[in-house]
Each structure stands twice: as structure tokens, then as C-alpha cells.
């Protein structure tokens, strides 16, 4: 017993395991007090996740995780965990198919300690083109635009990058029935390419953002808002969304910006709702991106609250090329920021009818989320969670409903003043 002893005295402490299953990936998390080693492996036939966890022993946290797995999940069927040797925990993971993982280690950050996270991605990644036709009826004419932009599209890297997963050139596109043979003397469809606007709801998964104090969480609300634009966008006569997560998982911010690039996003909406020390705060802001210092000290805080988002959601900085990911972000030219702070005043005024604004002016600072070099990128802090009346507006549904008509309105008069259909064509 005398040599045990000592390792049991130190063995780290679970403290929590948060399971965010998704179609795109599935994230599992365990949090502990203290830094572990883990290795992993993968095995076939069937299929599985073997993850040794150094330093650990059996608790009634780590049993949670087993009743945590959900029967929906896409990648895991079930979980086993017990005792592979002494000090050394083993994770079993039985996967509905095969996967390229990711698995590491995430320091301390704001309310979180320690985490290990296992990220289990396909080992062929989605593509964002075919979600979009994937949303529609076999008759919507998105069908044909989405194929011709899949068959054009250049090799890009995968969304995200990971070891071992692939992106396919050509996805397959669901399209409507061929129609009948026209008559030789036909005229070429001239109809125009729908305007499509990529919706990014902030944070997701392990980072909740800001919470309010009745406890509302900003990424519930930002994406229930951007599910409502979302539907009113897509029943516009020539017009369609996109959402950069759709559930409730996370999202690297310059995944976010390579999903809006990908499917060739017309406008690059990111929505959050603001916070701060103090529960007077309130109002409405729209912010644009600057490369030359921030307009406020406010925006310069906000913007690297908001990247560091990174940080709080957890991302594995070693899994992409962080080289490629530089130059994208330092791609952002004048003309997609003179077209930003156009239709960030667009929003802004619409915006102002329904509730207070905080600035009264399009504000601008270096967020990550908006360096797409070619597409008009916004962000809207629709209100200030932290005061409790904003709060409580958030909650109502029929708030949300405001906000998103507001937030269409000057998407749309942005769109039909000019600019935006010019610099496309």
C-alpha cells in the first residue's frame, strides 16, 4: 500500500464532463483540477476511440459521462470507462462511424479549470454548400446556383482543418427535377443569382458568452435571433441564409470566416448581445472592422473580448495551419470595410426604432470574426444582457421577432441601394 499511497493523495479531481453533440463534430470535455497526460488511439471493426488518461482515478463523475451520451449523437453509441491500471484511466468510446479526432489539453480560463477535450469529427468533413441545398426543397432554383458554385470551387482546406479528415471537391447537391427539353429557340434563364447572407450566432458549445442576471445565456438568445433572420431572410423573393452554427456547439472564430468564404456569402452577419461590470449599460450597437486602431475604448474592449472566444471555447491551435489562418485574417480591404459600414448603418437605423442604442454610430476595432478579405462583415450587439431589463426583453420571443425584422430590413435596403449587387458583379 505505501507506494499507492502517495498517487492517490495526488490524483486529479473531475470536477465536471460536458458532452455537445452536433452534425458537424462531437465535443466531449472533462474538466479536473490539475493538468493531465492522455494518450489515444483509434481501432476498427468496429469502431472505436481508446483514450488513456494518466494521473486519474475512477470517480462518480466520470460515470456521468456514460448516462451524458445522448441517442442522437451522430458519432458515439456508447461510452465504457474503468480502471486500466493503476493511476491510469480508460476511456472507451463506440463510434456509429469512423473518425478523424482530435484530442487535447485546455488551460485555465475565466470559470473554467483544466479541461481535456475530445473533439470527434468525420473523417470526411461537411461541407457548408451542401448544407445550405440540403435546407431546401428539391424546386428551390438555390439548387442549380449551389451546384455550378460547387463544381467552380477551388481546394480549400477543411472546416475545420483536421489530421486525417478530407473535404470533398464536389459535394453532391440535392437538385431539383430536370425539367423537360425546351424548345430550340429558347432564351438563356436570366434569373439572378440569390443574395445569400451568412448568419453567425456567437459563441456555442463550451462557451456561453455573456449570462444575465436571471442567468439567460447570450448563445441561447444570439441564436434563437438568428434562427428567426433566418427564416424571414429565406422567404424573401431573392434571398438566402446561412447559418455558421445551426446547434449548440462551438465554432473557431476563422472557422466562422472560412464557412462565409466557402459558400461565397454576399454579407457576414455576427450577432451577440453585449455585457458589462455595470447593470445600467444599455443599447444597441452595430460594430464594423478597423485596421487602423479602434473608434472607442469600448470597441477595443469589446473586440478583444469577443476574440478571445478562442480561448474560452476551446480550439486546438496545433490542428490548422496557423500560417494560413494569419494571412486570412490580414487579408480585410478598404472597399469590404466602406461596404460594412454601409450596411452596419443600414442595421444600426432600423435598429434604433425598435430599441436604445448604446452608440449611435457604426463603431469599429479589430474583431477576427469580420477580417473575410472579400465579403461586408458586421457585428450587432442587439442589447446589453447584463441589464436586467434588456434581459428580460431578450427572453421574449416577440422581442427577437423585432430585432430580426429590423436587423432584415437593413440587410435588405442595404442590398437594394446598390453597392452591395455591384461590388458581387
Not at 452536433?22 to 483509434?42: G, I, N, P, Q, W
Not at 445550405?132 to 424546386?139: H, M, T
Not at 487602423?292 to 490548422?320: C, F, I, M, P, Y
Request: overall charge positive; proline content about 9%.
Amino acid at each position: 500500500m505505501l507506494p499507492v499511497l502517495p498517487r492517490l493523495a495526488h490524483a486529479a479531481t473531475i470536477l465536471a464532463v460536458r458532452t455537445w453533440p452536433a452534425d458537424e463534430y462531437t465535443r466531449v470535455t472533462l474538466e479536473m483540477d490539475s493538468e493531465l497526460k492522455a494518450e489515444h488511439f483509434t481501432l476498427e471493426n468496429p469502431d472505436r476511440l481508446v483514450v488513456d488518461i494518466e494521473g486519474l482515478s475512477m470517480n462518480g463523475k466520470l460515470n456521468d459521462l456514460v448516462s451524458k451520451i445522448r441517442p442522437n449523437d451522430p458519432y458515439i453509441a456508447s461510452v465504457r470507462v474503468g480502471q486500466n491500471r493503476p493511476d491510469v484511466i480508460r476511456m472507451v468510446l463506440d463510434l456509429k462511424q469512423p473518425i478523424a479526432p482530435q484530442v487535447f489539453t485546455l488551460k485555465p480560463i475565466g470559470e473554467y479549470k483544466y479541461r481535456l477535450v475530445l473533439d470527434l469529427y468525420p473523417q470526411v468533413a461537411q461541407d457548408p454548400l451542401l448544407a445550405i441545398a440540403n435546407s431546401f426543397q428539391d424546386e428551390d432554383p438555390l439548387a442549380d446556383v449551389l451546384e455550378s458554385l460547387a463544381q467552380n470551387a477551388p481546394d480549400t482546406a477543411p472546416i475545420p482543418s483536421v489530421d486525417g479528415q478530407k473535404l470533398p471537391t464536389n459535394p453532391p447537391v440535392a437538385r431539383r427535377p430536370a425539367p423537360p427539353e425546351p424548345p430550340a429557340a429558347a432564351t438563356p434563364d436570366s434569373s439572378p443569382r440569390p443574395v445569400l447572407v451568412a448568419l453567425d450566432p456567437g459563441h456555442g458549445g463550451e462557451d456561453p458568452g455573456a449570462i444575465g442576471p436571471r442567468g439567460t445565456r447570450e448563445k441561447d438568445i444570439v441564436l434563437a435571433i438568428a434562427r428567426r433572420l433566418k427564416k424571414l431572410i429565406d422567404a424573401q423573393p431573392n434571398m438566402r441564409a446561412y447559418l455558421t452554427r445551426d446547434n449548440d456547439f462551438f465554432v473557431p472564430l476563422h472557422v466562422r470566416v472560412q464557412k462565409a468564404r466557402r459558400v461565397k456569402a454576399d454579407l457576414f452577419v455576427s450577432i451577440h448581445a453585449d455585457a458589462w461590470i455595470k447593470p445600467s449599460a444599455r443599447g444597441s450597437s452595430v460594430y464594423a472592422l478597423s485596421q487602423n486602431g479602434a473608434t472607442s475604448t469600448t470597441a477595443r474592449w469589446l473586440a478583444q473580448k469577443e476574440n478571445n472566444a478562442d480561448l474560452v471555447g476551446g480550439v486546438n491551435l496545433g490542428s490548422h495551419n496557423k500560417q494560413v489562418a494569419k494571412v486570412l485574417l490580414e487579408l480585410s480591404t478598404t472597399a469590404q470595410i466602406n461596404d460594412s459600414m454601409k450596411v452596419g448603418g443600414n442595421v444600426l437605423s432600423e435598429i434604433g426604432k425598435i430599441n436604445r442604442l448604446h452608440k449611435k454610430r457604426v463603431e469599429r476595432a479589430g474583431f477576427a470574426v469580420l477580417k473575410a478579405p472579400d465579403i461586408p462583415s458586421i457585428l450587432v450587439e442587439t442589447a446589453f444582457i447584463s441589464n436586467p431589463e434588456e434581459e428580460r426583453l431578450l427572453r421574449s420571443s416577440a422581442h427577437q421577432d423585432r430585432i430580426a425584422r429590423a436587423m432584415l430590413t437593413g440587410i435588405s435596403g442595404y442590398f437594394a441601394s446598390g453597392p452591395g449587387l455591384a461590388r458581387r458583379a
